[in-house]
């Protein structure tokens, strides 16, 4: 399969159960290993190991499933968006609550989460709402730099 894929743009794939869609989107996330082929950022070869690679190149996820891939049903709504960012807020294994807080809150604000408080149960959102919160780590490509 080959494709282009132009920023800003949202893909999917649609498919019969067991025609390897769902295969295709994990192994160019890095979820999966990719056995043949090539994945291209900007005109370039990328190696994608892993999810961070993956969205430290600018390629966003949002799993079939997100309330069984892609979320943290106990936890709450910051907690969510701040998971895969966690390094970059910690330091020595202490979490910086306050960085946790502003960030989590910038993302909320640029994606137009709606919630009562950040402290919600990522459960108790909207089907889109929880989606967004899946999504918004992803957003920024540099989460896991130091």
């Given at each position: 399969m080959s494709f282009k894929v132009y920023p800003g743009e949202i893909v999917g794939l649609a498919?019969?159960?067991g025609a390897g869609r769902t295969e295709l989107v994990r192994a160019i996330f890095g979820a999966s290993n990719l056995k043949?082929?090539?994945i291209y950022v900007d005109d370039k070869l990328v190696k994608i190991n892993s999810p961070i690679d993956a969205?430290?190149?600018g390629i966003a996820h949002v799993p079939e499933s997100r309330k069984e891939q892609g979320l943290f049903l106990?936890?709450?709504v910051?907690?969510?968006i701040l998971m895969a960012e966690l390094k970059k807020h910690s330091k020595?294994?202490?979490v910086r609550w306050k960085d946790v807080n502003a960030t989590a809150d910038r993302y909320i604000k640029e994606l137009s989460i709606k919630i009562a408080s950040p402290d919600q149960s990522v459960s108790n959102l909207?089907?889109?709402n929880q989606q967004k919160a899946v999504i918004a780590p992803q957003e920024n490509k540099d989460i896991m730099k130091d």
């Open positions: 498919g019969l159960v043949s082929g090539e969205i430290s190149k106990s936890m709450s910051k907690e969510n020595s294994g202490v909207s089907g889109g």
